[in-house]
T-cell receptor, first 112, second 114 residues
Framework: QKEVEQNSGPLSVPEGAIASLNCTYS??????FFWYRQYSGKSPELIMF????GDKEDGRFTAQLNKASQYVSLLIRDSQPSDSATYLC????????????FGAGTRLAVHP | DAGVIQSPRHEVTEMGQEVTLRCKPI?????LFWYRQTMMRGLELLIY????????DSGMPEDRFSAKMPNASFSTLKIQPSEPRDSAVYFC????????????FGNGTRLTVT
């Protein structure tokens, strides 16, 4: 069973702090990893993708990938109340072509 | 770019009725996906197509569900007969299939079966 695991939260952080969201996956052969953000009542929207071990930065967002530990994370620096949403980790498992499997999501609440 | 277009946005129907959800992918995208989202099970992949051909329907919950893609610009997901447990938000998404291309989601159809 190929799985993507996330802590459901809620993760509560004060405005201006760093929010750290974590995700583990079961398939060691997975090659591509995505983070989506979903506001309540809206559709998921892509934040970042990462394929190589290490860090990838885009503005206030940093994705971190450790394939040996089967672990991917998303850091949000200088968190804002507008970042309050559910963050979905998604993985393309080996042999899955473009088949994206999502975790259950972590709800983030940024309070002023 | 109009994005992925789904219709209807909301559907309320009675148990036993047939429900048809529609999707128009982004032009030029070769892959089309149908997902279902509920509080209990999260975002589940039901089926996906490549170049109009179903590739993996292992997520389709049972024979009451069927999906078609008669051409590159249109897909349907049909539930017949519908049951209350089918109540969920159904998303359609498309991707270009070039390298590790991300999914672009439609706005979803919120289905309520009473």
């Amino acid at each position: 069973q190929k799985e993507v695991e996330q802590n459901s939260g809620p993760l509560s952080v004060p405005e201006g702090a760093i929010a750290s969201l974590n995700c583990t996956y079961s398939d060691r052969g997975s090659q591509s990893f995505f983070w989506y953000r979903q506001y309540s009542g809206k559709s998921p929207e892509l934040i970042m993708f990462i394929y190589s071990n290490g860090d990838k930065e885009d503005g206030r967002f940093t994705a971190q990938l450790n394939k040996a530990s089967q672990y991917v994370s998303l850091l949000i620096r200088d968190s804002q109340p507008s970042d309050s949403a559910t963050y979905l980790c998604a993985v393309v498992f080996s042999g899955g072509y473009n088949k994206l499997i999502f975790g259950a999501g972590t709800r983030l609440a940024v309070h002023p | 770019d109009a994005g992925v277009i789904q219709s209807p946005r909301h559907e309320v129907t009675e148990m036993g009725q047939e429900v048809t959800l529609r999707c128009k992918p982004i032009s030029g995208h070769d892959y089309l996906f149908w997902y279902r989202q509920t509080m209990m099970r999260g975002l589940e992949l039901l089926i996906y197509f490549n170049n109009n051909v179903p590739i993996d329907d292992s997520g389709m919950p049972e024979d009451r569900f069927s999906a078609k893609m008669p051409n590159a610009s249109f897909s349907t997901l049909k539930i017949q007969p519908s049951e209350p447990r089918d109540s969920a938000v159904y998303f359609c998404a498309s991707s270009s299939g070039q390298g590790y291309s991300p999914l672009h989601f439609g706005n979803g159809t919120r289905l309520t079966v009473t």
